[in-house]
């Protein structure tokens, strides 16, 4: 049983790595101005991945992985530079804000619905609704009300959805190594994966490092120790202290950091649609996550 200062220090650290993760979106908008899409990927996650190994080491954790679950993460790998590849090209088209609460709110709606299917599960009316409900947040968001085309058919909105597919993908593909592999490890062998494919197959290393202004490289270290290590690591280690349910609901605060960063340092627009439509979605969303009764 953990102390209640343990929890309350933990709950800190759950809030400051929500706002992390939701500020990623705010340092690929800026950094893709400078940077080609490869190239954020690819320094990213191996900054990640070196990041990583002294903590790991001081939690002293197996680094053993087998055969099949190393097949699994690199196919992951595989699937996360589409995703990455897509979120950073929608933001770079469109906006941080929309894409943080529209890709982080339609996530878990897609993961959930898709996972229902392939197990082929009766949906109760609960769970209806709660689909419906984030299908009507999603599409607010999107400003489907508008009815005009060049609102809504925008090739950054094209980009988001195909995105939270993918995540998708990778979440039911990743829950098949849980339990065999410890979350950490497995997210270090997979930003490995990232970088390594990135760097053989994908990225040109055009751009000089050394000529960039060091806000570009603060923006790079804070993408990769803050918006990936801290928050992944805070993340895993809460769920393991304090359980996934509770830990679960914080990621909630994600899209509302994304947006309140993207108006902070960006001076993007904060809409009614994107508000009204961000809480539908996670209402939604807090629905699908209650156990069935």
């Given at each position: 049983m953990e102390s209640p200062e343990t929890r309350k220090i933990f709950y800190l650290l759950m809030v400051l790595a929500m706002v992390g993760w939701g500020a990623s979106w705010v340092?690929?908008?800026?950094?893709?101005?400078y940077l080609s899409i490869h190239e954020i990927i690819f320094y990213r996650y191996l900054l990640t991945a070196l990041s990583m190994i002294p903590l790991i080491l001081w939690l002293r954790l197996p680094w053993r992985i087998d055969r099949q679950a190393l097949a699994i993460t690199l196919l992951v790998s595989a699937i996360m530079i589409l995703y990455t590849w897509l979120f950073i090209a929608g933001t770079k088209l469109g906006t941080a804000g929309l894409g943080g609460a529209f890709v982080t709110t339609l996530i878990p709606i897609l993961t959930f619905a898709l996972t229902a299917l392939l197990a082929r599960r009766r949906l109760s009316r609960r769970q209806l609704f709660a689909l419906g409900l984030g299908a009507l947040g999603v599409m607010t968001i999107l400003n489907v009300w508008s009815f005009r085309a060049e609102d809504i058919f925008r090739l950054e909105n094209l980009y988001f959805i195909l995105a939270?597919?993918?995540?998708?993908?990778?979440?039911?593909?990743?829950?098949?190594?849980?339990?065999r592999v410890d979350p950490l490890v497995y997210s270090f062998y997979m930003y490995l994966g990232v970088a390594v494919m990135e760097g053989l197959f994908f990225t040109d290393f055009s751009t000089d490092l050394t000529t960039l202004a060091p806000l570009v490289d603060l923006n790079i270290l804070l993408l990769a120790l803050v918006s990936t290590t801290f928050a992944t690591s805070v993340y895993f280690i809460g769920s393991k202290k304090l359980g996934a349910d509770r830990i679960s609901s914080f990621t909630f605060l994600v899209p509302f950091s994304a947006i309140?960063?993207?108006?902070?340092?960006?001076?993007?627009?904060?809409?009614?649609?994107m508000g009204a439509g961000t809480a539908m979605a996670l209402a939604a969303v807090r629905l699908l996550q209650r156990p069935s009764t």
């Open positions: 340092h690929v908008k800026y950094l893709s101005d939270a597919m993918s995540w998708a993908v990778l979440t039911i593909f990743s829950a098949r190594v849980a339990g309140g960063l993207s108006a902070l340092f960006l001076g993007e627009e904060i809409t009614w649609g």
